[in-house]
């Protein structure tokens, strides 16, 4: 086994943190604890304990090298340069640099790469380094462009540098290096907790921070650090950060569990174990929510490896990143992937029944992921590499993919689980964005907020992996309303601006079934709908009323768009009531629904055509729609369909012709409601007051009732968050109520029940458990 450079010049053994942690003997010398977590951060960048020669650790470190070799070739010092494909303005070229500088940085210290202890291109990175701080990354240089590159870009991977080269760099660049990261990241970007400090980005701007006062021996700047991140840690009620039901927002508006809540994960997973055992310890006890997130918050997202991209914010538009010298896809499975690493790491500072259990999930992800297989994952170095060979060969079982409903009320997402199936809901509020563009990002993800539903299958696992967000009809989102009218790139605005002026969204679930609903206003258009989803046991059934709009352009729900890949073949079949994909399932329109159009098309894009930064390279692929049209200017329009993942015809065409299995008990703008006597099902969404079959509600609100055998569970929320008492009257006998939350009260039972619910103001679900 070879050891990496670093490792063998200091003769310290740092294969795992724990025995690093012993060394942090509180007597220990000051200098001899900065040295000791110095090394311990290298251990976690770089990597130690694998097999260099075999795989796939050797194929990466080659790549490393060939990398180095690459730039180090290419490297012409100029005065608005480093490399003459990465001019340092905009900003996003030092950041580039400096990765450029740390790729080399990688070839000379780790084993493997064809460089390892190479004088030469040593010698190559202090000249680059030397380059920065002379021209553009220095204390009193001025700042311009994206923020986010002089605080967050530039100085991680700088500090990373100085890190792993700390030895060779001398006492007059280590303290340029550090000047620089104090001018620009200076204590006050960390004293309050506000603008871009928050969420992920404080992570990363801790992280830095934390760094340079490793590099620097400066004790003051790691207590910054650390102490810096403990606003992170506490559930928010508003704006960026971690809610109590598991939701993440950045920016504000943006449901971001995916990208910048991998950010935080895995920036919070370093820095605990870089200061664990150490002067600097994390040990605010609410760091203990960051690990509860990982089962609460992540996990649900997460579909056999993929993180799903309603929870990606703006980095669905990336691709194939033109500056990206690894040519790595960023899909949902990369940000999927992210996440899993992140869970990895931050392992080691959980208790041993989070451990097996996280492990668990791990293994089943890693096994399952025939997409982008993780273990061999290209976005990953070795040190990630060894730490997910590691877990994948414990010996926990793999878990599989669980049953059941998460309804993420405060980021307006749903995620509903089956046996062979998951399926995804994205909504849009007065609190949550139609979509976030921004950098020349994402300009026209208008739609994918107006109820796109997106699902799959054990063998569908590339559905919106596949060049699907560069290629799909943006006006034809599956599951989707919209209003035809065509839409200017950046419509509404940047960062999360455009949001609907609508409050009722959410809904009500039991863990395993729900009634999710939307009140839509189109953006940009005069579109006005209401939308509900009831999620059940093999089906999501799909109601919309009240659609209506003044644009002079049709108006469409999309049933779905599903993507065939490049001239895919598979059959689509209709029968009365009811349309087969094969190898996808399908879908059951009651007798009313409309006509079902359908269309078999070939479309081409490049990732630039979405993203300023990515890939020009046109591909095409085929998409098979199906959409129901309400005509032009629709007037309290309406449709009802049934999705079935993975339902053969038979099963489809059962459905079809069993008029006892659904019964919809209202479906109009001020109820949608539904029953499924086989489930015991009843559920309704209430945008006004009223009485639909057996319910009765006093104020709008969502409900969800289920029927096993002489016993009845209600659940209750007021998505429109008043936090006004409501009133809700079951009509029929009742003989006690077996157990209830504090929220709800009791008024009376016996001929009907009747409870007062007081819902507070987050959109929670609310029970009730009587015995008929």
Not at 255 to 264: I, P
Request: aromatic share 8%.
């Amino acid at each position: 086994m070879s050891l990496p450079l670093w490792s063998r010049r200091t003769f310290l053994s740092t294969t795992t943190a724990a025995a690093l942690t012993l060394a942090l003997a509180p007597q220990a010398h000051a200098a001899d604890e900065f040295e000791t977590l110095r090394l311990r951060w290298l251990d976690l960048q770089l990597g130690s304990g694998f097999d260099a020669g075999a795989e796939p650790y050797a194929s990466r470190l080659a790549e490393t090298g060939t990398l180095a070799r690459t730039f180090r070739a290419a490297m012409a010092p100029a005065t608005a340069s480093l490399w003459p494909d990465a001019p340092f303005d905009p900003p996003a070229g030092i950041s580039q640099s400096y990765s450029r500088l740390w790729t080399m940085t990688q070839a000379y210290a780790q084993p493997g790469t064809g460089l390892t202890g190479d004088t030469g291109l040593l010698a190559d990175v202090l000249r680059g380094l030397d380059h920065l701080s002379a021209t553009v990354y220095r204390a009193g240089a001025p700042r311009y462009g994206n923020w986010w590159e002089w605080q967050i870009g530039a100085p991680r991977l700088l500090m990373d540098i100085v890190a792993a080269l700390h030895p060779h760099l001398g006492a007059e660049r280590i303290a340029a290096a550090c000047a620089a990261v104090d001018h620009f990241v200076p204590d006050t970007v960390l004293r309050d907790y506000t603008g871009t400090s928050t969420g992920a980005n404080r992570v990363d701007l801790c992280r830095s921070v934390a760094l340079r006062g490793v590099v620097g021996a400066n004790p003051a700047k790691l207590a910054l650090a650390r102490d810096a991140l403990s606003p992170v840690f506490p559930y928010v009620t508003q704006g960026d950060g971690l809610y109590a039901d598991g939701s993440f927002v950045q920016h504000t508006w943006v449901a971001y569990s995916g990208t910048y809540g991998q950010v935080m994960l895995d920036g919070l997973g370093r820095l605990f174990t870089l200061l664990a055992g150490s002067t600097w310890a994390v040990t605010d006890p609410n760091r203990q929510i960051v690990l509860d997130s990982v089962e609460q918050a992540y996990a649900p997202l997460i579909y056999d490896g993929l993180m799903m991209d309603s929870v990606n914010g703006r980095a669905i538009s990336r691709g194939y990143l033109k500056n990206d010298d690894r040519r790595v896809m960023r899909s949902d499975h990369f940000h999927g992937q992210g996440v899993i690493a992140a869970m990895a790491l931050l392992a080691g500072g959980a208790s041993a029944a989070e451990r097996d259990r996280w492990h668990a999930r791990l293994k089943g992800w890693i096994e399952r992921d025939t997409v982008s297989p993780v273990l061999a994952a290209r976005q990953f170095g070795v040190a990630d590499l060894a730490r997910l060979h590691a877990v994948a060969a414990s010996p926990v079982p793999a878990a599989p993919e669980p049953t059941g409903h998460r309804l993420f009320a405060a980021m307006d997402r749903a995620v509903h689980r089956r046996p062979g199936w998951a399926a995804n809901i994205a909504m849009a509020s007065n609190r949550i964005t139609y979509y976030e563009c921004g950098n020349g990002e994402n300009p026209r993800g208008w739609h994918t907020g107006a109820g796109m539903l997106s699902w799959w299958t054990p063998s569908l696992g590339d559905q919106y992996t596949d060049w699907f967000w560069p290629t799909v009809d943006p006006y034809r989102l599956p599951g989707t309303t919209v209003s035809t009218k065509r839409l200017a790139d950046r419509a509404g605005g940047e960062w999360g601006a455009p949001r609907p002026a609508v409050r009722w969204v959410g809904g009500a679930t039991d863990g395993e079934y729900a009634a999710v609903g939307q009140h839509l206003k189109g953006l940009g258009s005069t579109l006005e709908a209401r939308k509900s989803w009831f999620c059940a046991a093999d089906a999501v059934i799909c109601l919309g009323a009240g659609i209506t709009a003044t644009d002079g352009v049709p108006v469409e729900t999309v049933v779905d768009n599903r993507l065939l890949g490049e001239g895919g073949t598979r059959a689509l079949t209709t029968g009365d009531g009811w349309a087969h994909l094969e190898g996808h399932g399908g879908w059951v329109l009651p007798a009313g629904s409309g006509d079902l159009r359908t269309l078999r098309e070939d479309r081409t894009g490049a990732w630039s055509d979405i993203n300023t930064t990515s890939s020009t390279e046109r591909v095409t692929r085929r998409y098979q729609t199906l959409w129901l049209d309400h005509g032009t200017d629709p007037v309290a329009a309406s449709y009802v369909y049934l999705l079935m993942p993975g339902a053969s015809p038979r099963t489809l065409a059962a459905r079809a012709a069993d008029p006892d299995w659904l019964s919809v008990l209202d479906n109009s703008a001020e109820r949608q409601a539904i029953a499924v006597p086989s489930l015991g099902l009843t559920a309704a969404n209430f945008w006004a007051a009223g009485t639909v079959g057996p319910l009765t509600v006093t104020a709008p609100a969502s409900a969800l009732v289920r029927r096993r055998r002489s016993v009845l569970d209600l659940r209750v929320s007021e998505p429109l968050r008043t936090g006004q008492p409501l009133e809700l009257l079951w009509a029929g006998p009742v003989r006690r109520v077996l157990s209830h939350d504090p929220s709800v009260e009791v008024l009376a039972t016996g001929r009907s029940l009747r409870l007062r619910i007081t819902p507070g103001t987050r959109g929670a679900t609310h029970r009730c458990e009587v015995l008929l």
